[in-house]
């Protein structure tokens, strides 16, 4: 609908349109406005959906074509820094589902499949196109790059850098994803790789990826592995694990790791304690996620390793995520007929919404240096 028809509906009138403007306005974002961040309204049943419903009403209006923005970043940023999404009301099921992540482990042996096939066997098609030559699904370092490709190789020094590598080491990466870090060890450094994922389709491309290289990929839950490596690393994965799994990450970290070995934690972090999903990423793109915070990965590891150095750049997931949807416009016209148009939608929201939410500084990208105490300190690369 266009927005004569919301005049001629008389729902400018209405107290959901009323409330839901005060709202927005209070973030400095207009209903039918011409700026980049504002929306166009093209049902006017939007206003009363996302007041109803919150977040989860707010996503699925535009996965249905309710509502358009020509900057959905802009958008979640100027709504987060605003502090919107706390205003919203918080719908039953969401209430629900926040008891059940405190009762339920939802994050279970059985239940960690899901997202890998929900979410990482999507397809290679999407993916090998809107990610980097290495497939890193993950933050890049926009330190000293100006292009994505430069930004994750960029990570993926670094990471090496920081974890010390030596060739003949064994070094073992929890949720290897389509294997770009453990080919790209193993390639430059010379250590044995052991990459685990819960993805088939991540196996299958990351055992091509690798072949030739000393790498094994295994498609397996981490809680099984019982191995000794020099170097353990994580990128991306521990906001699978779950509040309820955290102390039993570490122990299976502590487990395989050597006295003298090094631990290397990449993940996404909340600026807040508490069961942080949000129910529209939750419900379409990572299922049984949540993010952690200072205190859960502090309270986790304390007592097993020494934590040597917590690196935050966080603000550049923004550039990815930007750059990542960049290249998934391009990339559409070929990978169309294997998807809907709402599919489309859901992805353009997921991305964008992301990139508002870094931008924001809502949420965190955390890189965290483990160790079991290393004489004269550890020199962490920047």
């Known amino acids: 609908m266009s927005s004569s028809c919301i005049e001629e509906t008389s729902v400018t009138d209405s107290e959901w349109y009323r409330i839901a403007s005060e709202m927005l306005g209070r973030a400095g974002i207009n209903i039918n406005g011409a700026t980049p961040g504002d929306i166009q309204v093209k049902n006017p049943d939007f206003f009363k959906r996302v007041l109803q419903e919150g977040s989860l009403g707010l996503g699925e209006s535009y996965m249905d074509g309710w509502w358009e923005c020509d900057r959905l970043d802009v958008f979640f940023t100027k709504v987060l820094r605003a502090g919107l999404e706390n205003q919203l009301p918080h719908h039953l099921k969401d209430t629900l589902r926040i008891a059940a992540a405190r009762l339920i482990n939802l994050q279970s042996k059985k239940r960690a499949w899901i997202v890998g096939k929900e979410h990482y066997d999507l397809g290679n098609d999407l993916f090998s196109r809107m990610l980097d030559p290495w497939m890193q699904y993950s933050c890049g370092y926009w330190k000293e790059a ?36 453990s080919e790209f060890t193993a390639r430059h450094y010379g250590v044995s790789m052991t990459g685990v994922t819960i993805s088939a389709e991540q196996q299958k491309m990351a055992q091509a990826r690798c072949e030739g290289l000393d790498v094994t990929i295994l498609l397996q839950d981490y809680r099984d592995l019982d191995q000794r490596f020099d170097r353990i690393v994580s990128v991306g994965m521990f906001e699978h694990v779950g509040p309820k799994n955290y102390d039993t990450y570490f122990s299976v970290v502590d487990r395989n790791l050597k006295p003298d070995g090094l631990f290397l934690l990449h ?10 999903v949000d129910p529209w990423i939750n419900k379409y793109i990572f299922p049984n996620g949540c993010l952690p915070s200072v205190r859960h990965i502090a309270e986790a590891s304390e007592g097993r390793l020494v934590m040597e150095d917590w690196h935050n750049f966080g603000a550049d997931y923004d550039k990815t995520l930007m750059a990542w949807f960049e290249r998934f416009q391009a990339a559409w016209p070929e990978i169309a007929s294997n998807y809907s148009e709402r599919f489309k939608r859901m992805f353009t929201y997921y991305l964008n919404a992301c990139a508002g939410a870094f931008r924001a500084r809502d949420i965190q990208l955390w ?10 300190g550890l020199r962490v690369a920047r």
Do not use: Y
Request: net charge neutral.
């Open 367 to 376: 890189q965290v240096m483990f160790s079991r105490g290393i004489e004269n």
């Open 267 to 276: 993940t996404i972090g909340s600026n807040r304690t508490d069961h942080n």
């Open 146 to 181: 100006d292009n994505l490709v430069d930004a994750q190789q960029a990570k993926l020094k670094m990471i090496c850098e920081k974890l010390q590598l030596a060739p003949g080491m064994k070094v073992l990466d929890i949720g290897c994803g389509w294997g770009g870090l």
